[in-house]
């Protein structure tokens, strides 16, 4: 026989733990595009700086010592920060399903117990 009192609570449950999930998602998104957002600014001003910096020398060779310089730097920088970043994604995926580790855990036992028995 159904019983509304526990599909009442699984539905509760399910809910609270797709918020919990979602939650996570927002704070995780969220971190990540202030993260893309500081350094696509610093990009940016570094890349000012160095046409100032480009615009004072007197020789091609300081130009191009001073324009390898920047791209070499400018590399290392956006590797370093997509690393960060896939970092952080695989952190937010984490999180994200973390809310669904019990349930999930409870469902496969369950189902265990029921082939079991069968």
Known sequence: MFNFDDANKKSKEAIDVA???????????????TEAAD????????????VEKLTSVKSVEAAFELQTNFVK??????????????????????DAYKPYEAPVAKATAAVKAAAAAA
């Open 39 to 50: 350094f696509s600014k610093k990009s940016f001003e570094d890349s000012v700086a160095h």
């Open 73 to 94: 730097s400018s590399y290392e920088g956006f590797v370093a920060e997509a690393t960060k970043i896939g970092e952080m994604y695989a952190d937010l995926a984490k």
């Open 19 to 33: 918020v919990k999930s979602y939650s996570a998602w927002t704070k995780g998104l969220q971190a990540i595009a």
